[in-house]
C-alpha cells in the first residue's frame, strides 16, 4: 500500500470561546459531531478529540492544542481535523510555524467549512490567505476594544480591581472617606524618612484594618501605584503601555508622589536602622553634592556618639554640633508642626465634607456581616477557627470606624475662624520670650520624634566644613509640605503670613495676609490681649514710608518686642494703607531678686533665633 493509500490517523480539534459561540452557534458538541461525520466521510480513524474550552486562538498556549502537537510528534495522528482554520490559529506567525511543523512530520491539516488543507499548493495557498483575513479581524477587533476601554478609562471606569483607599460609585473608581487615609499615612511615613519594611512593620504594630499581615513589598506596590495620585497605566508591564492622566480624583497630590518617586533614591527598601539618626538623608555636602551616611560609635562609658560622613571628600560631622548650629530653627520648625497637627488639620477638617453617614452606613454594613457569619456558624458551614477569625476582623472594623465617627463629631464642635489661627500664633509667639521653659521643647523631645519632625518638612541641609569648623548654607524644606501650605490657604484660608519688614535685629515680622478695617484690627488686639492674660501688650498705628520700604511708631517703654503687623486699608485705596503693632512689653520680668531681666532673657531668645 502506498502512501496515498494510507488510512490516515486523525485528531480533532475543537475550539470554541464565548464569543465564538454567541456569533457562530457552534457549541463544543456540535462541532465534535459534525466533525466525526466529517472523518467518517474522508475515511479518517479518528485517535482523539481534543478540546480547548472558552480559550483565544491568538497563540498557541492552549493545553489541549500542545497535547495534539506532542501526539503527531509521537506520530499517533497524521491529520489534523478542525471546523475552520481559525479554530487552529488566527496569527500569521504561528500558522506559518504549523505548516512547517505538520510538513517536518509528515501530517496534513484538514479544515471542514473552510476547504483549508495541506495536501495541495492551492490549500496551502489558501491557508494562508485565510490567517491573513483572521489576523486583520482580530488587530480590528483589538483596535476597537482599545478605542472603548480609553473612553472608559478616561470616565474613571479603571478595570483593575478596586485598590485599598478607593470604592466603586456607579462604577467608578473614587476615594473611600474610610480608608483613604491609611493611604495618605503611607506617604507621609515614607516622606519622613520611614523604609517600607519600617512603615510595614508599624501598620503590623498597630494592626491597622486588622491586620498583622502588612508587608514591605505591598508598602511598595502603594507608593508606586499612579492611581492614587489620580493617573491610570493601562498595560504598564508591556512594551507599549498607555498613560492616561486626571482619570480619577487623587487620594494624595502629585507633588507627593513624585516626592515619593524621588524618595527612593534616598531610602532603603529592606534596610532599616538599629540606630536612630537625627539627620538620616538630610545632610549634603556643599563641595560635591552627595548625602551624608551616618555611623556611630560607642565610648567606653557605654554613651554612644551619632557622626556623618561625606564619602567623597572624606569629611565628618558631630551630630550633636548640628543640632546645636540648628536649635534656634529647629524650635521655630516645632512650633509650626505643632500649629499644623494641634490646630491648622482640625480646622480643616472641620470645613471638609460630613462623613457621619458614611460612617453609619459602614457600621451598619458591617452590623449585616456580623449576622451573617453567625447564622453561617450555627448551620455549620463555617468552622469554628474561621468564624473567630472573621468576628475578630469585623469587630475590629467596627471598632476603628467608631472611633472615627467620634473625631468627626469633634470636628464638627469645633468653631475655628482665621482669627482664631492667628491669635494661637501669637499666644506662641508671646510664650517664646515670657517662658524660658520653652527652649527647652526641642531639647525634651525624644529623638524619635526630633527625626520625625525633621523627616516632614526638610528636604536637605547644605554642609560645609572650613577650617575645622562647619557651616549651614542652605536648608531647604519639600516641596509637598510648602505647596501643600499654599493649597490649604486658598483653599481653606489657613493664615500664611507675609515677610516684608523686619526689626532692629534683623529678624522677619509677621504681617497677616489679610487687609483689616482699623475697627477690624482693634478688635483682634483687645481679643489677644484678653487671652494673655496678665502679660503687657501695647497697640499702636503707624504710616508707612513705602521708598524707604519702613514703618515708624513711638513705643512707651524702653523694651517692647514686636508680635504682629496688622495691615490696615481699603484694597481700593492704594494709598490709605497703615499698620497696626502689637508689641509686647518686656520690661515687667523680673528675676527672684526683684531686678529686670529682660535683657539677659532678651539677648538670649535673639541669639538663639538669630543663629
Given at each position: 500500500?502506498?502512501?496515498d493509500e494510507?488510512?490516515?490517523?486523525?485528531?480533532i480539534?475543537?475550539?470554541?470561546s464565548?464569543f465564538?459561540?454567541?456569533?457562530?452557534g457552534?457549541?463544543l458538541?456540535?462541532?465534535?459531531e459534525r466533525?466525526?461525520e466529517f472523518?467518517?466521510f474522508?475515511?479518517?480513524?479518528?485517535y482523539?478529540v481534543?478540546?480547548d474550552a472558552?480559550?483565544?486562538a491568538?497563540?498557541?498556549k492552549?493545553?489541549?492544542?500542545?497535547?495534539m502537537?506532542?501526539?503527531?510528534?509521537k506520530?499517533?495522528?497524521n491529520?489534523?481535523v478542525a471546523l475552520k482554520?481559525d479554530?487552529?490559529t488566527r496569527?500569521?506567525?504561528?500558522i506559518?510555524?504549523l505548516m512547517?511543523?505538520?510538513?517536518?512530520?509528515?501530517c496534513d491539516?484538514?479544515?471542514m467549512?473552510d476547504?483549508s488543507n495541506?495536501?495541495t499548493?492551492?490549500?496551502r495557498?489558501?491557508?494562508r490567505?485565510?490567517?491573513?483575513?483572521?489576523?486583520?479581524?482580530?488587530?480590528?477587533?483589538?483596535?476597537?476594544?482599545?478605542?472603548?476601554?480609553?473612553?472608559a478609562?478616561?470616565n474613571?471606569h479603571?478595570?483593575?480591581r478596586?485598590?485599598?483607599g478607593?470604592?466603586?460609585?456607579?462604577?467608578?473608581?473614587v476615594?473611600?472617606?474610610?480608608t483613604k487615609?491609611?493611604?495618605?499615612?503611607?506617604?507621609?511615613?515614607y516622606?519622613?524618612?520611614?523604609s517600607h519594611q519600617?512603615?510595614?512593620?508599624i501598620?503590623?504594630?498597630?494592626?491597622?484594618?486588622?491586620?498583622?499581615?502588612?508587608?514591605d513589598?505591598?508598602i511598595q506596590k502603594?507608593l508606586?501605584?499612579?492611581?492614587?495620585?489620580?493617573d491610570?497605566v493601562?498595560?504598564k508591564?508591556?512594551k507599549h503601555?498607555?498613560?492616561?492622566e486626571?482619570?480619577?480624583e487623587?487620594?494624595?497630590?502629585k507633588?507627593?508622589?513624585?516626592?515619593?518617586?524621588?524618595q527612593?533614591l534616598?531610602n532603603?527598601?529592606?534596610?532599616e536602622?538599629t540606630a536612630t539618626?537625627?539627620?538620616?538623608?538630610k545632610?549634603k555636602?556643599?563641595?560635591?553634592?552627595n548625602f551624608l551616611?551616618?555611623?556611630?560609635?560607642?565610648?567606653?562609658?557605654?554613651?554612644?556618639?551619632y557622626?556623618?560622613?561625606?564619602n567623597t571628600?572624606?569629611t565628618y560631622?558631630?551630630?550633636?554640633?548640628?543640632e546645636?548650629?540648628?536649635?534656634?530653627?529647629?524650635l521655630?520648625l516645632?512650633?509650626q508642626?505643632d500649629?499644623?497637627?494641634n490646630?491648622?488639620t482640625p480646622?480643616i477638617k472641620?470645613?471638609?465634607?460630613?462623613?457621619?453617614?458614611?460612617y453609619?452606613?459602614?457600621?451598619?454594613?458591617?452590623d449585616?456581616?456580623?449576622?451573617?457569619i453567625?447564622t453561617a456558624y450555627?448551620?455549620?458551614?463555617?468552622k469554628?477557627?474561621?468564624?473567630?477569625?472573621?468576628i475578630?476582623h469585623?469587630?475590629?472594623q467596627k471598632?476603628?470606624?467608631?472611633?472615627?465617627?467620634?473625631?468627626?463629631?469633634?470636628?464638627?464642635?469645633l468653631s475655628?475662624?482665621l482669627?482664631?489661627l492667628l491669635?494661637?500664633?501669637?499666644i506662641?509667639?508671646?510664650?517664646?520670650?515670657?517662658?524660658?521653659d520653652?527652649?527647652?521643647n526641642?531639647s525634651?523631645?525624644?529623638?524619635?520624634?526630633?527625626q520625625k519632625i525633621?523627616g516632614?518638612?526638610?528636604?536637605?541641609i547644605t554642609?560645609e566644613k572650613?577650617?575645622n569648623?562647619f557651616?549651614?548654607?542652605?536648608i531647604?524644606f519639600?516641596k509637598?509640605y510648602?505647596?501643600?501650605?499654599i493649597?490649604n490657604?486658598?483653599k481653606?484660608n489657613t493664615?500664611?503670613?507675609?515677610?516684608m519688614?523686619?526689626?532692629?535685629?534683623?529678624i522677619?515680622?509677621k504681617l497677616n495676609?489679610?487687609?483689616?478695617t482699623?475697627?477690624e484690627a482693634?478688635?483682634?488686639f483687645?481679643r489677644?490681649?484678653?487671652?494673655v492674660?496678665?502679660y503687657k501688650l501695647n497697640?499702636y498705628?503707624s504710616?508707612?514710608d513705602?521708598?524707604?520700604n519702613?514703618?515708624n511708631?513711638?513705643?512707651n517703654?524702653?523694651v517692647?518686642?514686636?508680635i504682629?503687623?496688622?495691615?490696615?486699608?481699603?484694597k481700593?485705596k492704594k494709598d490709605d494703607?497703615k499698620l497696626?503693632?502689637?508689641t509686647?512689653?518686656l520690661?515687667?520680668?523680673k528675676?527672684?531678686d526683684?531686678?529686670e531681666i529682660y535683657k539677659?532673657?532678651?539677648?538670649?531668645?535673639e541669639?538663639?533665633?538669630?543663629?
Open positions: 500500500m502506498n502512501m494510507k488510512i490516515k490517523s486523525a485528531g480539534y475543537i475550539r470554541v464565548t465564538d459561540q454567541a456569533r457562530e457552534f457549541s458538541r456540535e462541532q465534535e466533525l466525526k472523518c467518517k474522508k475515511r479518517y480513524n479518528i482523539k481534543y478540546q472558552g480559550i483565544s491568538k497563540n498557541d492552549r493545553p489541549a492544542y500542545q497535547e502537537i506532542e501526539d503527531v510528534k506520530g499517533n495522528i491529520v489534523i482554520l479554530r487552529l496569527s500569521v506567525y504561528d506559518e510555524k512547517k511543523f505538520v510538513n517536518d512530520y509528515e491539516i484538514d479544515c467549512a476547504e495541506t495536501t499548493s492551492n490549500g495557498m489558501v491557508m490567505i485565510m490567517t491573513s483575513v483572521s489576523q486583520n479581524e482580530i488587530e480590528k477587533c483589538s483596535e476597537r476594544t482599545k478605542f472603548g476601554m480609553a473612553g478609562i478616561k474613571g479603571i478595570p483593575n478596586t485598590g485599598l478607593f470604592k466603586r460609585e456607579n462604577k467608578k473608581l476615594p473611600d472617606p474610610l487615609d491609611i493611604i495618605v499615612r503611607i506617604f507621609d511615613l516622606l519622613e524618612g520611614k519600617a512603615i510595614a512593620n501598620y503590623n504594630k498597630e494592626k491597622v484594618l486588622g491586620k498583622t499581615n502588612w508587608y513589598s505591598t502603594i508606586s501605584n499612579e492611581l492614587y495620585k489620580g491610570y493601562n498595560g508591564r508591556t503601555p498607555t498613560y492616561y486626571n482619570v480619577i487623587p487620594i494624595v497630590s507633588e507627593k508622589w513624585e516626592s515619593c518617586q524621588y527612593k534616598r532603603a527598601r529592606h534596610y536602622r539618626y537625627l539627620f538620616t538623608n545632610l555636602c556643599s563641595k560635591c553634592g551616611g551616618g555611623h556611630a560609635t560607642t565610648k567606653t562609658n557605654g554613651k554612644k556618639y557622626y556623618y560622613k561625606c571628600c572624606k560631622f558631630n551630630e550633636i554640633d548640628i546645636k548650629e540648628l536649635k534656634a530653627f529647629m521655630e516645632a512650633k508642626d500649629l499644623i497637627n490646630y491648622y480646622f472641620s470645613k471638609l465634607e460630613d462623613k457621619t453617614e458614611d453609619k452606613k459602614e457600621i451598619k454594613d458591617l449585616k456581616q456580623l449576622d451573617r453567625k450555627i448551620k455549620g458551614v463555617v469554628l477557627e474561621d468564624f473567630d477569625k472573621e475578630k469585623i469587630e475590629y471598632s476603628d470606624l467608631e472611633k472615627r465617627q467620634k473625631g468627626q463629631k469633634q470636628y464638627e464642635d475655628f475662624t482669627n482664631d491669635i494661637i500664633q501669637d506662641q509667639e508671646i510664650e517664646f520670650y515670657t517662658n524660658p520653652v527652649l527647652n526641642w525634651n523631645k525624644s529623638k524619635e520624634d526630633k525633621i516632614k518638612y526638610i528636604d536637605n554642609i572650613k577650617n569648623k557651616e549651614i548654607s542652605n531647604e519639600r509637598n510648602l505647596e501643600d501650605m493649597y490657604h486658598y481653606f493664615p500664611c503670613n507675609v515677610y519688614y523686619e526689626d532692629e535685629y534683623g522677619p515680622l495676609h489679610e487687609l483689616k482699623m475697627k482693634e478688635n483682634y483687645k489677644l490681649e484678653k487671652y492674660g496678665d497697640y498705628i504710616e508707612i513705602e521708598k524707604e519702613r514703618f511708631y513711638t513705643q517703654n524702653d517692647e518686642k514686636i504682629r503687623l496688622i495691615g490696615i486699608g481699603d481700593r494703607f497696626g503693632v502689637i509686647l512689653d520690661s515687667m520680668f528675676d527672684k526683684g531686678k539677659k532673657l532678651f539677648d538670649k531668645l541669639k538663639e533665633r538669630l543663629t
